[in-house]
């Protein structure tokens, strides 16, 4: 390998209390590190997952006081390691959420935010509901952050089911995206793996993606499944469950140079009109 990077993702289990669940997130965080990634993801909603609103509000911070946020800096200076949290759900001024992903350099450093775009307000067969934007506010731009050596695309769980922002991403240069997430398990069967698969594949680029999975204090349900892609769409390594736990992979991102070449679909792209 020419340009090799070690990747975890780190697949968790979020209850409803926050200082609850950082012990965990920081053991897995530091187990990640020991298996030698440099680059560590964590899921969607890595602080909190709760279903009634107004509790789950009263339980959030802002960012200048969320314990996830300020202890991510530090975790990410003592290990020296890049440490993205999927996101973290924070409370706004405003009386809303935003559902928002950190990065922090190998410094300590806070190197980006990116609010989750795409707002999940779906109705699902056997009755299952979900109306994001009643609580959150959508993010409106697309975030690439320099860091572990590479270029990174940000994306959140229901992200990913818009190929145009990978697209924008891909034609960007990014090598490696991501759309780490809650996935509930009824979509997840369904979709979570092809999904995953496709958005590398048309962008040539890795794609690392922690997830949530199993049973939450809350009721729902998760998917899991944690997976690192290649930029070939093969899945290279995977939590095949739903339990927490780490994913750890060795690339090479010269990987996306090359595979770019060989099938150069970004090059070979045309505009078009729309003819009915």
């Given at each position: 390998?020419?340009?090799?990077?070690?990747?975890?993702?780190?697949?968790?289990?979020?209850?409803?209390?926050?200082?609850?669940?950082?012990?965990?997130?920081?053991?897995?965080?530091?187990?990640?590190?020991?298996?030698?990634?440099?680059?560590?993801?964590?899921?969607?909603?890595?602080?909190?997952?709760?279903?009634?609103?107004?509790?789950?509000?009263?339980?959030?911070?802002?960012?200048?006081?969320?314990?996830?946020v300020s202890r991510g800096g530090q975790l990410a200076r003592e290990l020296g390691i890049t440490l993205h949290f999927g996101s973290l759900a924070i409370r706004r001024d405003d009386g809303r959420i935003a559902n928002r992903a950190y990065v922090f350099a190998p410094s300590g450093?806070?190197?980006?935010?990116?609010?989750?775009?795409?707002?999940?307000?779906?109705?699902?067969?056997?009755?299952?509901?979900?109306?994001?934007?009643?609580?959150?506010?959508?993010?409106?731009?697309?975030?690439?952050?320099?860091?572990?050596?590479?270029?990174?695309?940000?994306?959140?769980?229901?992200?990913?089911?818009?190929?145009?922002?990978?697209?924008?991403?891909?034609?960007?240069?990014?090598?490696?995206?991501?759309?780490?997430?809650?996935?509930?398990?009824?979509?997840?069967?369904?979709?979570?793996?092809?999904?995953?698969?496709?958005?590398?594949?048309?962008?040539?680029?890795?794609?690392?993606?922690?997830?949530?999975?199993?049973?939450?204090?809350?009721?729902?349900?998760?998917?899991?499944?944690?997976?690192?892609?290649?930029?070939?769409?093969?899945?290279?390594?995977?939590?095949?469950?739903?339990?927490?736990?780490?994913?750890?992979?060795?690339?090479?991102?010269?990987?996306?140079?090359?595979?770019?070449?060989?099938?150069?679909?970004?090059?070979?792209?045309?505009?078009?009109?729309?003819?009915?």
């Amino acid at each position: 390998m020419t340009r090799p990077l070690c990747v975890a993702a780190v697949q968790l289990r979020s209850g409803r209390d926050p200082l609850k669940n950082l012990p965990e997130v920081e053991a897995l965080i530091r187990d990640a590190a020991s298996a030698g990634a440099t680059y560590v993801q964590t899921p969607e909603m890595t602080n909190i997952i709760e279903r009634d609103r107004p509790d789950m509000l009263g339980r959030l911070e802002v960012e200048g006081k969320d314990p996830f946020v300020s202890r991510g800096g530090q975790l990410a200076r003592e290990l020296g390691i890049t440490l993205h949290f999927g996101s973290l759900a924070i409370r706004r001024d405003d009386g809303r959420i935003a559902n928002r992903a950190y990065v922090f350099a190998p410094s300590g450093e806070l190197r980006a935010r990116y609010d989750k775009i795409h707002m999940f307000d779906v109705d699902l067969p056997l009755g299952e509901t979900w109306r994001e934007s009643a609580a959150y506010t959508p993010g409106e731009s697309a975030v690439i952050v320099e860091a572990a050596g590479t270029r990174i695309g940000l994306a959140i769980c229901y992200d990913l089911r818009f190929p145009q922002l990978f697209r924008a991403y891909g034609h960007a240069g990014v090598e490696i995206m991501g759309a780490p997430a809650a996935f509930t398990r009824q979509t997840g069967e369904a979709h979570w793996h092809v999904l995953q698969r496709a958005r590398a594949i048309e962008n040539g680029c890795f794609m690392v993606s922690a997830a949530q999975g199993g049973t939450h204090e809350d009721g729902r349900e998760t998917y899991g499944h944690s997976l690192i892609v290649s930029p070939w769409g093969k899945v290279i390594a995977e939590a095949d469950h739903a339990n927490p736990g780490i994913v750890v992979a060795d690339i090479d991102l010269d990987e996306v140079e090359l595979t770019r070449a060989r099938i150069p679909s970004l090059e070979n792209e045309r505009r078009f009109t729309l003819a009915e």
